[in-house]
């Protein structure tokens, strides 16, 4: 069964740039969309945006200036840039598999904790 | 800010059952299908009820959704002490053109 796992820095300062990887094992990327979330530390949840396997992407307006994903196919995995990070952006931050369109988030990977601090 | 409101908290004691409402507007709960999860402390978030009401293989029957208009319910049977854990619904909502989540429910077993 398919398996994600995100990686990337646990710490970034603020104004600067946060990069995370969310690598996709058992299965294929193809024909799914691909998305990010995230959850402050005792918060609630919060989309970023998702990817279509073919590149296609939609991000939430309250981000989508300071956001980009992408997705290499070759090495099975997706990834999340978002820049001019303050403490706002401190959370947990998760990567999951969508069906299809407007659809369902499953599975979901174990999630990152990234906090941003000088 | 949330689109979907969820109250706080939920409580019951085992064997009871809970129900858990998410109420939103015509451009998301109105116009889609509505997702439930659940979260138990310091995991991510599992994936009880897809498309209003439907359960992932897995899921035992004692989770139930429904929607009506633009609100959505989650219900547990036969309350266990297991289920202690946030819940949250989400959905597409059109006019903003993005998911929406709801302020989540925190549910506790007595």
């Known amino acids: 069964q398919v398996q994600l796992q995100e990686s990337g820095p646990g710490l970034v300062k603020p104004s600067e740039t946060l990069s995370l990887t969310c690598t996709v094992s058992?299965?294929?990327?193809?024909?799914?969309?691909w998305s990010w979330i995230r959850q402050p530390p005792g918060k609630g949840l919060e989309w970023i945006g998702y990817?279509?396997?073919?590149?296609?992407?939609n991000y939430n307006p309250s981000l989508k200036s300071r956001v980009l994903i992408s997705v290499d196919r070759s090495k099975n995995h997706f990834s999340l840039v978002m820049t001019s990070v303050t403490a706002a952006d401190t959370a947990i931050y998760f990567c999951?598999?969508?069906?299809?369109?407007?659809?369902?988030?499953?599975?979901w990977g174990q999630g990152i904790l990234v906090t941003v601090s000088s | 800010q949330s689109v979907l409101t969820q109250p706080p908290s939920a409580s019951g004691t085992p064997g009871q059952s809970v129900t858990i409402s998410c109420s939103g507007s015509?451009?998301?709960?109105?116009?889609?299908?509505v997702n439930w999860y659940q979260q138990l402390p310091r995991t991510a978030p599992k994936l009880l009820i897809y498309?209003?009401?439907q359960r992932p293989s897995g899921v035992p029957d004692r989770f139930s959704g429904s929607k009506s208009g633009t609100s959505a319910s989650l219900a547990i049977s036969g309350l266990q002490s297991d289920d202690e854990a946030d819940y949250y619904c989400?959905?597409?909502?059109?006019?903003?053109?993005?998911?929406?989540f709801g302020t989540g429910t925190k549910v506790t077993v007595l």
């Open positions: 999951a598999r969508v069906p299809g369109m407007w659809d369902w988030f499953d599975p």
């Open positions: 058992g299965g294929s990327m193809n024909n799914y969309y």
């Open positions: 990817i279509y396997y073919s590149g296609t992407t």
């Open positions: 015509s451009s998301n709960i109105g116009l889609n299908g």
């Open positions: 498309s209003n009401n």
């Open positions: 989400v959905t597409w909502d059109d006019s903003l053109s993005a998911y929406v």
